[in-house]
C-alpha cells in the first residue's frame, strides 16, 4: 500500500513539482506575421523543463524542423506539426529547436523562430542572482525527486 502511494507520487506529482518555465511566444501579440521572433527569443532563457507556448489565430501552425529547413523556410520536412490554436511544446532537451509556421509564405515574412535551450543542471553565473533562484530551486526539486524514487527503489527491494 506504502509503496503504491510513493509509486503514484513518483509518477505524476513529481513531474509536476520540476515543471519549468512558460515561455509565450510573442508575449501577448502571440504567434503571428507581424511578430519578431528573434528580437523575442534574445530576451529569453530557455531551460530544459520549460514549455513554449504558440498562441495563434486559425490561418497559423508550428513546425518543429531542422536549422536547414529554417533557414529556407522549408515546411516539406516538418519533423513535429501542432495545430489548434494552442500548443504548449515542453522543451525536454538542451540544444538548438527551430520553428516555422507551415502556412505559404508566412515564415518568409518572420514567422520563424530559433531557440537555444540550455540544460537545467548549467551553472548559473554569478552575477546573475535572479536566475540563480530559479536553478537552486530546480537542483532541490530534483535532488527530492531522487531521493524518493531511491526510497520507492527501496520498497520494490524489500517487497
Ligand atoms: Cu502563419
Given at each position: 500500500?506504502?509503496?503504491?502511494?510513493?509509486?503514484?507520487?513518483?509518477?505524476?506529482?513529481?513531474?509536476?513539482?520540476?515543471?519549468?518555465?512558460?515561455?509565450?511566444?510573442?508575449?501577448?501579440?502571440?504567434?503571428?506575421?507581424?511578430?519578431?521572433?528573434?528580437?523575442?527569443?534574445?530576451?529569453?532563457?530557455?531551460?530544459?523543463?520549460?514549455?513554449?507556448?504558440?498562441?495563434?489565430?486559425?490561418?497559423?501552425?508550428?513546425?518543429?524542423?531542422?536549422?536547414?529547413?529554417?533557414?529556407?523556410?522549408?515546411?516539406?520536412?516538418?519533423?513535429?506539426?501542432?495545430?489548434?490554436?494552442?500548443?504548449?511544446?515542453?522543451?525536454?532537451?538542451?540544444?538548438?529547436?527551430?520553428?516555422?509556421?507551415?502556412?505559404?509564405n508566412h515564415c518568409d515574412t518572420g514567422m520563424k523562430l530559433?531557440?537555444?535551450?540550455?540544460?537545467?543542471?548549467?551553472?548559473?553565473?554569478?552575477?546573475?542572482?535572479?536566475?540563480?533562484?530559479?536553478?537552486?530551486?530546480?537542483?532541490?526539486?530534483?535532488?527530492?525527486?531522487?531521493?524518493?524514487?531511491?526510497?520507492?527503489?527501496?520498497?520494490?527491494?524489500?517487497?
Open positions: 500500500m506504502a509503496f503504491a502511494a510513493i509509486f503514484l507520487f513518483v509518477l505524476f506529482v513529481s513531474p509536476i513539482m520540476c515543471y519549468g518555465k512558460d515561455h509565450i511566444v510573442g508575449g501577448s501579440d502571440g504567434w503571428s506575421q507581424s511578430g519578431d521572433y528573434s528580437t523575442w527569443a534574445s530576451a529569453q532563457t530557455f531551460s530544459v523543463g520549460d514549455n513554449l507556448v504558440f498562441n495563434y489565430g486559425g490561418s497559423h501552425g508550428v513546425n518543429v524542423v531542422s536549422k536547414d529547413d529554417y533557414e529556407n523556410c522549408n515546411t516539406g520536412n516538418a519533423l513535429l506539426t501542432y495545430t489548434g490554436g494552442q500548443n504548449s511544446i515542453p522543451l525536454s532537451s538542451s540544444g538548438d529547436m527551430y520553428f516555422v509556421c507551415p502556412t505559404l530559433a531557440i537555444k535551450v540550455e540544460g537545467s543542471t548549467s551553472p548559473a553565473t554569478p552575477s546573475a542572482t535572479k536566475s540563480m533562484q530559479p536553478n537552486a530551486a530546480s537542483i532541490t526539486f530534483g535532488s527530492m525527486t531522487t531521493m524518493v524514487f531511491e526510497f520507492a527503489l527501496v520498497f520494490v527491494y524489500m517487497g
